[in-house]
């Protein structure tokens, strides 16, 4: 059964730095999302991606914030100068169309020292 | 504001035990309800519900749609330790998926 895939499983990282967070999407999805988990938090909703441009954005995702569909497969995150605050676990989700449900990648734990 | 609420927060019941979680939503764009249980890591999918009073079932698992009082139940029954998870409720609203606080849910043997 086709699945969301994401890498790598844990990132750790110099506050400061740059990060890419990578996922590969269900090859015939159409509609894309990043979202995030802090320890112990709900799930928020980062942004969603369709036809090469975000659709919607969270005020979460700010400047530091950006996504990217370089190929025809892979969809990534990245976070330009990272905080203490971005440490959480990142999941990435895609689904076919809107009527679809939106599958979810294994995450990656983002951890920002 | 677009919110999900889900009640209890945590749950802890004995094995063979049915238990119902409850979802409430007040979001501007409707478009449907999901529930995902999530154990370590990403949710996984367990039902979507776009109608109301229409009740899906998936083995020892069911969950109804109120769109009326706004509001969705997941009831699980003959609980066993492996339904122990974070049952999480989230509402489809256009381009985003809102989602509340999840039921932690327990099963003690």
């Known amino acids: 059964e086709p699945e969301v895939t994401q890498t790598p499983s844990h990132q750790v990282t110099q506050m400061g730095q740059e990060v890419i967070l990578r996922c590969v999407p269900i090859s015939n999805h159409l509609y894309f999302y990043w979202y995030r988990q802090i320890l112990g938090q709900k799930v928020e909703f980062l942004v969603s991606f369709y036809n090469n441009e975000i659709s919607e954005k969270s005020e979460i995702f700010d400047d530091q914030f950006s996504v990217e569909r370089p190929d025809g497969s892979n969809f990534t995150l990245k976070i330009r100068s990272t905080k203490l605050e971005d440490s959480a676990m990142y999941f990435c989700?895609?689904?076919?169309?809107?009527?679809?449900?939106?599958?979810f990648g294994p995450g990656t734990r983002l951890t920002v020292l | 504001e677009d919110k999900v609420v889900q009640s209890p927060l945590s749950l802890v019941v004995h094995e063979g035990d049915t238990v119902t979680l409850n979802c409430s939503y007040e979001v501007t764009n409707f478009r449907s309800l999901l529930w995902y249980k999530q154990e370590k890591k990403a949710p996984t999918f367990l039902f979507m519900l776009?109608?109301s009073g229409i009740e899906k079932k998936s083995g020892r698992l069911s969950s109804i749609l109120d769109k009326k009082e706004l509001f969705s139940i997941l009831n699980i029954t003959a609980t066993q330790t492996g339904d122990s998870a974070v049952y999480l409720c989230?509402?489809?609203?256009?381009?985003?998926?809102?989602w509340g606080a999840g039921t932690k849910l327990i099963i003690k043997p």
């Open positions: 989230a509402v489809d609203s256009n381009y985003q998926l809102i």
């Open positions: 989700a895609s689904r076919r169309d809107v009527t679809d449900t939106q599958y």
């Open positions: 776009t109608s």
